[in-house]
């Protein structure tokens, strides 16, 4: 029973340290955009890195 006495107060600093990080988050803008990355997998950004590739190579292709 004695443990019990002790175990209270601990979970309680716990519980009030929990909210106020989550606090903390919300106030920081940690919950702004849930599903912005979600959605930027989805996007198409690989045209940029073939046109890269490409230049690379007809670049080396007029140096031989």
Excluded: C, H, T
């Excluded at 029973?1 to 990080?21: T, W």
């Excluded at 979600?38 to 670049?59: C, F, G, P």
């Amino acid at each position: 029973m004695d443990v019990i006495y002790s175990l209270i107060p601990g979970m309680m600093f716990f519980g009030v340290l929990l909210v106020v990080v989550l606090v903390w988050a919300v106030k920081k803008g940690q919950y702004e955009d849930m599903e912005g990355n979600a959605n930027r997998i989805l996007l198409d950004d690989d045209d940029d890195m073939l046109r890269d590739s490409d230049q690379s190579k007809n670049e080396s292709a007029d140096k031989k």
